[in-house]
């Protein structure tokens, strides 16, 4: 009856709030960050999972979301920063920082069980990629940008849905050529100057690529938004990659 078909529907639009980049993007983040994790950090993940491919274990977040048993976990993908505030917390809305902080903090201590520990790493490893997405720091007026119709090449669809996978897919690389790609030509100075791991100051310079992000004309997306917006899209993963390499090597140090 109805109601069933309400609920689906429910469902299916949480469903769409929730996912961050798309499965390339958060691959293109994890192997970056592999590339660039300490040798304790790669040991420590290896001892756990009998290897360290940090792109095999990226999307794991968002494939449990099936699992009513990680209902509770919905709200870990994203945080908010309202029009013209600082970060006030998660009462604003979206758990995110607020999850890689307690989970950090977790590994750290060491007090863990295996399962635990495996559930939690997965866990950074995916919501720091998101929090390089800029619509998953949000603007708490649109869901992330889920309630912006728009056209990508003529087909329906969101502003949130193009910058989670639409616009990483139309390049057509496979998960290993995009991370090289984005690297290509960096100096080890380069590297070392974008392996920070302080939460606020990616999560911050997420919010502050909105204006841009926002900036659609009439809606109708295609080669001009990304002509516009390729270099944005390449930087956000280029920091996902080395900003969770930092986390975790500040973790396992």
Not at 90 to 101: L, M
Not at 114 to 123: A, H, I, P, S, T
Not at 176 to 194: R, V
Request: hydrophobic share 35%.
């Amino acid at each position: 009856g109805e109601p069933i078909v309400r609920q689906l529907i429910i469902i299916l639009v949480t469903a769409t709030i929730l996912l961050g980049w798309g499965k390339t993007g958060h691959r293109v983040i994890g192997k970056i960050a592999e590339e660039n994790l300490t040798p304790e950090a790669q040991a420590k993940i290896t001892e756990l999972f009998g290897h360290s491919d940090l792109a095999r274990i990226g999307n794991w977040a968002d494939e449990i979301k099936s699992d009513p048993k990680w209902d509770h976990s919905h709200d870990w993908h994203y945080c908010t920063i309202i029009e013209g505030q600082d970060y006030a917390g998660p009462e604003t809305g979206g758990r995110a920082v607020q999850k890689v902080t307690e989970f950090s903090n977790l590994l750290r201590k060491g007090t863990l069980g295996e399962k635990d520990q495996k559930d939690v790493l997965r866990f950074i490893v995916h919501i720091v990629g998101d929090l390089h997405q800029p619509l998953h720091v949000g603007n708490g007026t649109d869901r992330g940008g889920n309630d912006v119709k728009v056209t990508w090449f003529r087909e329906e669809t969101n502003l949130h849905r193009v910058w989670d996978s639409q616009m990483v897919d139309h390049m057509q690389y496979s998960y290993t050529e995009f991370a090289q790609q984005i690297q290509l030509g960096m100096s080890d100075e380069d590297k070392a100057a974008l392996l920070d791991p302080t939460l606020l100051s990616f999560v911050n310079a997420s919010r502050a690529t909105h204006p841009q992000v926002y900036d659609i004309d009439d809606g109708k997306l295609s080669w001009p938004y990304i002509y516009k917006n390729r270099e944005l899209m390449e930087d956000r993963l280029l920091n996902g990659g080395f900003h969770l390499a930092a986390i975790l090597n500040d973790i396992y140090k």
